[in-house]
């Protein structure tokens, strides 16, 4: 069963509309939409064409160039250079992948509070402060445990793959390609 997304309609003059209210909306409308998990669609009113990505990375930049920013000098340049590189098509799956586990790790940790407190509002947010005050090294040390174990897995998925191509490869004697340790041990007969 699909569900079917939120349609807004982005014109030449830069003007959303919201196809479901049938009114005009802003890009921080369509960030609370998101903020909601409202699936949505942005579209070019002329040409048809799916610009979602587009416009939600326009709400990533203006948030980035707020307040405080998320990602790094060394993130962005680091995205920057995976574009192009034999390895981006894995990138975009990696990176959903680790978002999805820290939003399950978020939520679990949100379910205890609330068997704790309750669902006050107001006492869940001192205490998420609170507690990422106290707790924000220890946090911190998990997550950096957590991505050097991701980081790990992603570096052996990756010498494998090598190491496979290497073997199906090697009886096209490429000329540039430098022979594995294995094969100065075994030469070809």
Same mark, same amino acid.
């Given at each position: 069963?699909?569900? %079917?997304?939120?349609?807004?309609k982005?014109y030449p ?7 479901a ?7 921080? $409308? *369509? ?6 998990n409202? $699936?949505?669609? *942005? *579209? @070019?009113a002329?040409?048809? $064409? @799916?610009?979602? #990505? ?7 930049? +203006? %948030? +980035?160039?707020?307040?405080?920013p !998320?990602?790094?000098? +060394? ?5 920057i #250079?995976?574009?192009? /590189?034999?390895? /981006? ?6 990176? +959903? ?6 939003? /399950? ?9 609330? =068997?704790?407190?309750? &669902?006050?509002? !107001? *006492? ?16 911190q040390?998990?997550? =950096?445990?957590?991505? $050097? /174990? ?5 570096? &052996?998925?990756?010498? #494998? ?5 290497r073997? !199906? ?11 594995? #340790? @294995?094969d ?6």
């Amino acid at each position: 069963m699909s569900v %079917e997304k939120r349609v807004i309609k982005k014109y030449p003059n830069r003007r959303l509309y919201d196809t479901a209210t049938s009114s005009y909306i802003t890009l921080g $409308d *369509v960030k609370q939409l998101v903020l909601d998990n409202v $699936d949505i669609q *942005v *579209v @070019d009113a002329k040409t048809h $064409d @799916d610009i979602t #990505r587009g416009v939600l990375l326009q709400i990533i930049l +203006e %948030e +980035e160039n707020g307040g405080s920013p !998320m990602f790094s000098y +060394e993130v962005l340049t680091q995205f920057i #250079r995976f574009y192009g /590189q034999a390895m /981006q098509g894995m990138m975009g799956p990696f990176l +959903e992948k680790n978002l999805q586990l820290f939003t /399950q790790l978020q939520s679990r940790m949100q379910e205890q509070a609330k =068997t704790i407190y309750g &669902d006050n509002p !107001m *006492v869940n947010a001192k205490m998420w402060g609170d507690f990422l005050n106290f707790q924000g090294p220890a946090m911190q040390n998990m997550m =950096t445990s957590y991505l $050097d /174990q991701s980081t790990n897995m992603f570096l &052996d998925m990756q010498n #494998r793959m090598q190491e496979q191509a290497r073997t !199906m490869f090697s009886g096209f004697g490429f000329p540039a390609y430098p022979p594995s #340790r @294995d094969d100065d041990k075994n030469p070809p007969k």
